[in-house]
Nanobody, 120 residues
Framework: QVQLVESGGGLVQPGGSLRLSCVASGTFFRIISMGWYRQAPGKQRELVASINMGGAINYADSVKGRSTISRDNAKNTVYLQMNSLKPEDTAVYFC??????????????WGQGAQVTVSS
């Protein structure tokens, strides 16, 4: 019903920048919020940043000041700009959306993940 497709991952040197994009498609009534999570090898998935339809934003302390999440509601797209990247930012980054399928049903949708590797 809802598909999320991420793009923009890759290899970047420490101190570099990267922008991730995620587009939502499918049949749904409304997207309530979108966000980015990441999972490093051997670690639990953690929230990186989220933004709701009204524009309220939440960042993990580990990326605060280095990352910016933004959203284009008309395009059902969320972006994550990451600057001053560190090796510890290396992880698979997952796009997430909280979506109303219709006025009664809602769901959490996840993308397939985008690898971000920070290494010299």
């Amino acid at each position: 019903q809802v598909q999320l497709v991420e793009s923009g991952g890759g290899l970047v040197q420490p101190g570099g920048s990267l922008r991730l994009s995620c587009v939502a498609s499918g049949t749904f009534f409304r997207i309530i919020s979108m966000g980015w999570y990441r999972q490093a090898p051997g670690k639990q998935r953690e929230l990186v940043a989220s933004i709701n339809m009204g524009g309220a934003i939440n960042y993990a302390d580990s990326v605060k000041g280095r990352s910016t999440i933004s959203r284009d509601n008309a395009k059902n797209t969320v972006y994550l700009q990451m600057n001053s990247l560190k090796p510890e930012d290396t992880a698979v980054y997952f796009c997430q959306a909280y979506v109303y399928i219709d006025v009664l049903r809602h769901t959490d949708a996840w993308g397939q993940g985008a690898q971000v590797t920070v290494s010299s």
